[in-house]
């Protein structure tokens, strides 16, 4: 186990490497000067130069990656242009709003797609099985940022149960697990909750309907086991791979979460990205983008892991 845990740290390396090359290269390659967000329209020549030479743009590309992977390397993901404040400060900042965000909608979507896609697998062709199977396609293929609308406007404008927007009667810097600041997670939470919940239920009940029909199940019921001892087996070879997937549906919510984020106004990752993209603060984007690849590529080292550990067979 541990041999095997060694490697994919290993592995790991060159991808993060990877990821910062593509992140670094993706920002600069788009068209327009990062410069113009803060500028003045009657800004000096001098002014604009100093400027580049404050925020290294007077490099080349290959010296500006060397300098921007150093600091990064060091926990100095750069200052943003638009608002003079630390890219680390920012980012974590919104990291921890969206993960904590994402943490909720991804178990809402793990519990009810294996629920879904358990029912679905156990009673394979019947109504159960139609109607779990038409849940979970509703929930792949829902427009999300539409479907956070519709709730907005049932729950919040209309029948006033829930806050429409925002992370709290104080904001996310005064954040506490009480029932007051969590109300206003609900919205965007279940919102977010029904991609995944529609995958890992389609996954779970392919995989369910598959090892119901190996012959070790026969043989286990054949041998007088109870249904309950039959259900353990199949939800221990099931894991690994609902895992896997649960794994990947949380890091794209942390990176794909912008739309939601918008909607209903949270202070997240998604509202950061939204708001570099349009002041064009390249500081601000790449630290963002950075740090997002790599909880995602972080995050897939713990689920390999984990499901060497629920599955031996795996580190052969």
Not at 180 to 194: G, K
């Amino acid at each position: 186990m541990l041999g095997y845990s060694l490697r994919r740290i290993i592995y790991t390396a060159p991808v993060l490497f990877g990821v910062s090359v593509v992140c670094f290269a993706l920002v600069h390659i788009s068209p327009g000067d990062p410069l113009i967000s803060i500028l003045p329209a009657d800004a000096s020549v001098e002014l604009q130069d100093r400027l580049r030479v404050l925020y290294g743009f007077d490099r080349s590309y290959p010296e500006q990656f060397i300098l921007w992977l150093g600091r990064a390397l060091q926990g100095d993901l750069g200052t943003s242009i638009a608002t003079g404040r630390p890219v680390t400060t920012e980012v974590m900042r919104a990291v921890g709003n969206t993960l904590m965000l994402a943490s909720v909608a991804t178990v809402i979507g793990f519990v009810l797609g294996c629920f879904f896609g358990f029912v679905a697998g156990y009673f394979s062709n019947s109504p159960l099985d139609k109607a779990a199977s038409a849940a979970a396609v509703f929930g792949v293929s829902v427009p999300h940022y539409w479907l956070g609308m519709v709730l907005v406007i049932i729950f919040s404008a209309q029948l006033g149960w829930l806050p429409a927007a925002g992370a709290g009667p104080g904001g996310s810097s005064q954040w506490k697990f009480d029932l007051e600041h969590l109300s206003y997670m609900v919205l965007p939470a279940i919102t977010m909750s029904v991609i995944p919940m529609g995958i890992i239920a389609r996954t779970v009940r392919a995989l369910v309907a598959e090892i119901l029909a190996q012959e070790f199940v026969i043989g286990l019921r054949a041998r007088g086991l109870s249904e309950f001892g039959v259900f353990m087996h199949v939800v221990k070879n099931a894991a690994p791979t609902a895992l896997a997937v649960m794994g990947v549906q949380l890091g794209y919510l942390l990176g794909g979460s912008i739309l939601i984020e918008t909607v209903f106004s949270w202070p997240g990752t998604g509202m950061l990205l939204n708001s570099a993209i349009f002041q064009r603060d390249l500081p601000l984007l790449q630290g963002t983008i950075l740090v997002l690849a790599l909880f995602f590529v972080v995050l897939n080292l713990v689920v390999d892991i984990m499901q060497s550990a629920l599955d031996p067979r795996i580190k052969r």
